[in-house]
């Protein structure tokens, strides 16, 4: 295929490209690492305002960010209201409000499971003070990520902890206001190692189906088993209309958090064409697309420029399919001529198209090179001296 450019493209794929969004995490902006260590970088923001600066400026060099999403309680401020504003005026919105219950003491056998009615009390209070955070800044979405499970057999009762989840969960479904939703995360393993409560997609599924039409699966690439068809799954909850959100990362062996498409572009790539294919990409399509990722050893806005721009290349290749022809193929039964159509998009340089739409919405073209030209990495590791570092936990 030769090099595509925006007039080979079609008004409405043109019209999704110029349009797509990709929430950034707030804690990808702090000091990360592994479970020995946590590495400090120069620079990093000392407080949830400092991370909304960082936030605005990979928008300001990809135009595709605008949105933020928030961790409670790493991103407790007295005043959410203020913080908003402090957003909004930089170009930011606040974008979904993750709960946190696996960093207290008291979580440590579990927290919407517990045996102990006092934590899983505790615990539904945290998510409904998460509610108040997202009534005060505007937030449309309540994320659960659970790290509930058992490390033993017969530690625990496995079906009785789905019952105490399940009435948890409509507790804290119960508090939401009509205008929000709650997105419920799986992850197959850690830190539980024999059974993890939420542990897959249809587990996760059974839950938001009993408690409503606004209670819907977050898919993140990283939480799978290896050899996960995890296009299969995206199409599988897009078909039923259950996909709420995608955290895009990628892994190796586990939930590694990389920049997403460092291991596999091949198999973004295949999820995104399940993302265009069924029209998921649109604005109103209510699926929420966010980066969920740890910068341990680069850069923290370097890191989430290069993931923006990874998944707007993967995206582009999945609008260039000819769809027609693929359809063709795979109803003569042509297996070869299908995966070639397949393959030839994905082959296909669309970084010169993506440089060009860009130009065209007033953006430099190589959104890292003017990044890296603006001077602002060495302006916040001079002003951002004293305090303290904000970090995974943090």
């Known amino acids: 295929m030769t090099t595509p450019t925006l007039s080979d493209l079609s008004p409405e794929a043109r019209s999704l490209l110029e349009t797509q969004t990709i929430e950034l995490p707030s804690w990808a902006f702090g000091n990360s690492g592994t479970r020995f260590r946590v590495f400090t970088t120069a620079g990093v923001p000392r407080d949830p305002f400092e991370k909304i600066d960082d936030v605005a ?17 790493w991103d407790k401020v007295e005043d959410y209201s203020a913080l908003r504003t402090y957003a909004e005026e930089r170009g930011v919105r606040i974008g979904t409000i993750n709960s946190n219950v696996f960093q207290d003491e008291d979580y440590k056998l579990g927290s919407l499971t517990n045996p102990d009615e006092r934590i899983r009390a505790k615990a539904i209070a945290h998510h409904l003070e998460c509610i108040d955070v997202m009534r005060a800044t505007g937030s449309p979405a309540l994320k659960i990520w659970l790290a509930d499970g058992t490390n033993y057999p017969g530690q625990d009762s496995i079906r009785e902890r789905q019952d105490r989840l399940a009435d948890s969960l409509a507790q804290i479904y119960a508090g939401l206001d009509e205008d929000q939703q709650l997105i419920l995360e799986y992850k197959f393993f850690e830190p539980a190692f024999y059974h993890t409560d939420v542990p897959d997609w249809g587990t996760s599924l059974t839950h938001c189906l009993a408690l409503g039409e606004r209670a819907k699966v977050v898919l993140d690439t990283g939480h799978h088993a290896p050899g996960t068809n995890i296009e299969f799954i995206v199409a599988q909850l897009l078909r039923l209309g259950r996909l709420g959100a995608f955290d895009f990362n990628s892994r190796f062996y586990a939930d590694d958090d990389l920049i997403v498409g460092a291991a596999d572009p091949y198999q973004l790539f295949r ?17 929420n697309f966010m980066l969920d990722q740890c910068h341990n050893l680069e850069e923290k806005i370097p890191g989430e420029i290069r993931s923006a721009t990874n998944v707007q290349e993967a995206t582009a290749k999945a609008l260039l399919v000819d769809r027609e022809a693929l359809r063709a193929a ?32 007033g953006l430099a073209p190589d959104p890292m090179k003017a990044f890296l030209a603006s001077g602002y990495l060495d302006k916040v590791r001079s002003e951002r001296v004293g305090g303290t570092a904000a970090g995974w936990g943090a």
């Open 57 to 73: 400026q990979v928008n300001a060099f990809t135009g595709v960010t605008p949105r933020v999403s928030l961790h409670i309680p």
């Open 271 to 287: 999820i995104m064409n399940e993302i265009v294919s069924a029209g998921a990409l649109a604005p109103d399509s209510g699926v």
């Open 330 to 361: 795979q109803r003569a039964g042509d297996v070869l001529a299908a995966n070639d159509i397949f393959v030839d998009a994905f082959n296909t340089d669309v970084r010169p198209l993506l440089a060009e739409l860009r130009e065209s919405q």
